[in-house]
């Protein structure tokens, strides 16, 4: 979190226990706290405050938006792209139609042409802003243009692209927009759906009043504070996404520059301005992760631990990565807390780990690196 996200919530945290919903003075100053980050998180996309709706992070997002408009619409499928992220094809498959995946290219962008072909006999929409994995940004206002031109309703898992490229909802046409507090440097466990007003919308959960009988339980005050503080500080550091991009590509340059057999997967154009997704040819992922922890570098990989084996994402598979560039796939994200400094440094980290991965591989000798999920590497 930012230290004046920190230094928002704290009073909330120490003393603001009252029920918003409350009729007693410390309650009306928790209602109007809401208020206030309702208006700065509206602000910041803009949208009214009055189609901000809070939640407990991106993924009750995504499921509410998904639910809403599961009942709005009559017969006919839904068409979410094949790289969305779990909570929006978990949350499809409860859906009461049958779900179609819309593919993508080689790089990582929606194939528009394929997408428009899967319209026909389509009832409602969701595609991401932005991919959680590869960081490729979507071509969303071209979808909505597309689903206006037919009265479809359109979501978008805009959890990635908040905080690190501007996120107009006008702009792009959505009708529901999912984000999550802590990826724009808020607090975890909070978040918010943007629902477009003048459209039916129908609550997940349900119980109380709150949020004007839109999403029922008594609010997380100090996490909304967060995120209304998180959002004001987003929107007043927007020039900030230079200074991503400039570490990213410091990153990258060395890299490439000094490291062989080093590749960037995705649209090298269309991306978040804070993420490399990068292949490391003779390398698997899981081993150079493990290095990589051991000298204090953090960084994640599309692969997981299924069936016994370790195979590439959803998203890998999608793009048409082959299994070794897949298992060999990284992803590494900077913030707004880092600087070029520690960028050029991660990158002579990486560039060892890998150096030393490739020749224990050559060597046949052990690169002292422990499996994952107790399994072996094959």
Known sequence: MLPE????MLPWLRDGHANPSGAYASARRARQAIDDARGRVAEWIG????????????????????????????????????IEHSAVLRGAEDLSRPVKYAPVR????????????????????SVMAANNETGVIQPLHEVCTMARERGLPVHSDGVQLAGKA????????????????????????????????????????????????????????AGIVGMGAAAAAMRRRAQDHTALQVMRDTFESKLLAELPGVAVNGDPVHRLPNTSHLAFDGCEAVELIQLLDQAGLECS?????????????????????????????????????????????????????????????????????APPCGLAFS
Not at 108 to 125: N, Q, Y
Not at 177 to 203: D, E, M, N, T
């Open 301 to 369: 990989a599309g692969s997981a631990c299924m069936a016994g084996k370790i195979r590439p994402s959803h998203v890998q598979l999608a793009m048409g990565l082959d299994g070794a560039r897949g298992r060999s796939s990284l992803r590494f994200s900077f913030s707004l807390l880092n600087t070029p400094a520690e960028a050029f440094n991660a990158a002579e980290i990486v560039i060892q780990a890998a150096t030393r991965l490739r020749e224990a591989k050559r060597r046949g000798t052990d690169p002292g690196v």
């Open 47 to 82: 949208a009214e405050p009055d189609e901000i709706i809070f939640t407990s992070g991106g993924t009750e997002s995504v499921n509410t938006a998904l639910h809403s408009m599961d009942r709005l619409v009559g017969a006919g499928t839904a068409v979410v792209s094949a």
């Open 5 to 8: 996200v920190l230094e928002a």
């Open 106 to 125: 080689p790089d990582g962008r929606l194939d528009l042409d394929k997408f428009a072909a899967l319209l026909p006999g389509a009832a409602m929409i």
């Open 166 to 221: 501007e996120i107009k909802v006008r702009q792009l046409g959505v009708d529901f927009l999912s984000l999550s507090a802590h990826k724009f440097h808020g607090p975890k466990g909070v978040g918010a759906l943007h629902v477009r007003r003048g459209i039916r919308f129908f609550p997940l959960l349900k119980g109380g009043s709150q949020e004007n009988g839109r999403r029922g339980g008594t609010e997380n005050v």
